[in-house]
Structure formats: C-alpha cells, structure tokens
C-alpha cells in the first residue's frame, strides 16, 4: 500500500513540475506568438516576405537541423536535465536581447534590428533544440506510455489557460493607445523572459532518474552518422513516422501566412492580432477536451492522424472564409488552435511510443535533424505564393496533408 502511494505521489510531483513549466512557457509564447505576433512585428520593419520566411525557418528549423549533433552529445549522459535548464535560460536571454534590439534601434535603424534578430533567433532556436532532446528523454524515463500521452494532454490544456491569459495581456498591450511601437513589442518580448525563467523551476525540482547507455555512445559523430541509415532502414514504423511528420509540416508552413493573407486581403489593423490570437488560444483550450478524450481512449498515432486531417481542411476553408470579411475570418485562427494543441499532444507520445528505451535519444535526434521540410517550407512556401498566390498555396497544402493522413493509416503500428 505504502509503495503504491509513493508511486502516486511521484506521478503527482512529475506531472506538477512539467505542467508547472508547461503553463509559464505557453504564457511567454504568446509574448512571440508565431502565428500573429512575430509576423506582425517583422512586417513593421521589413515588406519583405522572403526576409520574415527565412526568419521563421531558423526558428523551426533550426532546433531540428541540430538534434542529431545534440542527440550524439547528450546520449553519453545518463542525467540531461542541467542540459535542460541551460536551454532554458539561454531561450530566456534570446527575448531579452530581441526586447532591448526592438526598443533601441527598430525606429531608426530596422535594418540592424532585423540582423540582430537572425542572432537572437537562432540562439533561441539552437536552445530549444537543445533543451528539446533533453525534456522528451527524461518524460521517456519517468511515465510509460499511456502515462505519457495523458501528460501531454494534461499539460496541454493548463497551456491553454496560460496561453488564454497571455493572448488577454496581448490584446491588452495592443489595446493601450499610449503605448505605441516598438514599446509595445518590446513590453511583450520582456514578459517573455519572464515567463521562461520562471517555467524553469518546475525542472530545479525533478529527481531525475539515470537513462541506460550503450557501450557503443563513444563512438565517433560520423560514426553515429553512418548508423542513420541502419536505424531507418530496420524499422519500417520509424521512416513511415519521418516521412508523415515532413509532410504534415506543410500545414506549419502556412500558419504565419494566414495573418499575413488577411493583412493584404482584408486591410485589417492591428487590432485584429489580439482578437485573431484570442481565437486561436481559445480553440487550443477547447481542443483539449476533444484531445483529453482521445488521449484516455485510443493511441497517440490517431491523435496524430486527426490532427493530419485537419490540418489538411484548414486551408481549404481559408478560400472560404476569405469571402466572408475578417470578423468570419477568425474561425480560422479557432481552428488553428486545435491542431497547434494536436500537434504537441500527438507527435512526440506517437515518436516515445516507437522508439526503444536504450535509444531514445538516439532517434529524437534523428527524427529532429530529418523533418528537413520545417527548415526548408517557410521559405518554399512565400516563393509560391509570391509567384501563384494564396489560394494555389492554400490548395497545394491540403492535398499534401490529405496524402500524408493516408500513409499514416497504412502503416500498423
């Protein structure tokens, strides 16, 4: 009896310090807001499209190109969570230096803002990366599988609220007349690192457990390169997994354009940036009752695949709603919320589900450094509209993210 209570108050004080975190990172993300805020504060300094793409493929892509480097130096490490909070703080440095460039140089000097930008991005992104690895391995050593994906779904939905809180201080920021550009960008970018240095005590807490390592962790990088193929090729559910997530990032290609679509289509003002974050945070909410049942009942890879199929129609109803004025418009942003919730619930429980223990960390890395397509869309994705316009692009996706939810359900596992 004794053991059992211990084991629940464990689960207890593992699922708060992840929460804890959860709730404070969601906060400082709709500080920086990808899909409303971070656009719009690029647009107030540059026109260019293929200058915000690229900014946004370091910020996604970045953290990726990089897993397999940081795969092949943590997993030599049977404790990751100092790995963890130097992630952390390191992103937390990121939105102070962007708050200071902002607030100092954008009115009179854009150009040297937007060059200090690629610095402060990359250094948030390398760190997220970083930090990345080493959050999913610990979850891996702490909760078994069913464990872990209600986690996911628990701290989701507290996200959420912080998120909902956040788009609330957003709005607010915005709203003040007398608090005008770049204050109020800057403003949102010092909350934001706020918010990360308090996200990080939930993990000062956690006893973390050793992970089991391979004789093999010495061997060189280009060696562990060389085993790339080998993990690829020998399990069938792990390549079907890579091939899917590249192609489901086509439907994040497209989130930051959305704002960007009304902006040109509808001449909106700022106003809309907290009314369109506000929808959107609170269709992240309500998904997550939708996700939290899915969670309980059925695997991670049908949370992945409704979330595929899903991504898919939402460009499609884009086209749609464009016609109806931006107030119509905001359905969208609802429903963006539901598969930026899906996404985090879904594909790293589905990755934790196929990957075995003793190489755990081997195939974060792997699966971080071949989503290629995260690095490379953004900028895939302004050159067509550029060249065809939304509603091509908008088209193109969907039958994408429609061909990737079929390969999905083919495979077994």
């Known amino acids: 009896m004794n053991t059992k209570l211990n084991i629940n108050k464990s689960k207890k004080s593992i699922y708060f310090a992840f929460i804890w975190h959860g709730f404070f990172l969601a906060l400082t993300m709709s500080m920086l807001d990808l899909n409303t805020v971070f656009p ?92 990345g690895i080493s959050y999913a391995d610990i979850i891996g050593k702490l909760l078994p599988s069913k464990d872990r994906t209600q986690l996911y779904a628990s701290k989701q939905f507290f996200s959420s ?69 080998i993990y690829l090729k020998n399990d069938l559910h792990f390549r079907k997994f890579i ?43 309500l998904s997550n009752i939708v996700w939290g049942y899915l969670a309980k009942k059925h695997s991670s890879k049908q949370i992945v695949n409704v979330c595929i199929r899903l991504g898919g129609i ?7 709603l464009s016609f109806f004025g931006p107030n119509v418009y905001s359905l969208l942003f609802f429903l963006i919320g539901f598969i930026l919730s899906g996404r985090r619930i879904g594909f790293e429980p589905y990755l934790l589900d196929i990957a075995p223990s003793n190489r755990r960390t081997e195939y974060l890395g792997i699966r971080g450094s071949l989503n290629i397509f995260v690095v490379l869309l953004p900028i895939f994705g302004s050159i067509v509209i550029n060249l065809f316009g939304f509603y091509f692009t908008f088209i193109l996706v969907s039958i994408v993210m429609l061909s990737a939810s079929v390969i999905l359900k083919k495979d077994t596992h």
Not at 54 to 66: N, W
Not at 79 to 84: D, E
Not at 107 to 113: F, G, I, Q, Y
Not at 180 to 205: C, D, E, K, Q, T
């Open 243 to 285: 091939i899917v997530e590249n192609m489901a990032s086509f439907s994040i290609m497209l989130l930051p354009f959305y704002i960007i679509f009304a902006k040109e289509h509808f001449n909106i003002d700022k106003s809309f940036i907290g009314k369109y974050l506000m929808f959107q945070i609170i269709g992240t909410i």
């Open 40 to 131: 719009s504060l690029i647009s107030k300094l540059s026109n260019s499209k293929l200058l915000f793409a690229s900014l946004y493929s370091i910020m996604l892509g970045v953290p990726l190109i990089f897993n397999i480097i940081f795969s092949h130096f943590l997993k030599k490490y049977k404790r990751k969570k100092k790995f963890l909070l130097l992630g952390i703080y390191l992103r937390a440095i990121s939105f102070l230096g962007m708050a200071f460039f902002t607030y100092r140089f954008s009115v009179n000097n854009p150009n040297l803002t937007i060059i200090s930008f690629y610095f402060w991005v990359f250094l948030f992104s390398i760190s997220a990366g970083f930090a």
């Open 314 to 320: 939402i460009p499609l109803l884009a086209i749609i």
């Open 161 to 229: 609220i912080a998120a909902f809180g956040g788009g609330l201080l957003v709005s607010k920021i915005f709203g003040l007349k007398n608090l005008l550009f770049p204050l109020n960008y800057s403003v949102n970018l010092f909350i934001g690192f706020i918010g990360l240095v308090i996200a990080s005590i939930g993990f000062i807490l956690i006893k973390e457990p050793d992970s089991e390592i391979k004789e093999s962790t010495s061997s060189s990088f280009f060696s562990y390169l060389k085993e790339v193929p």
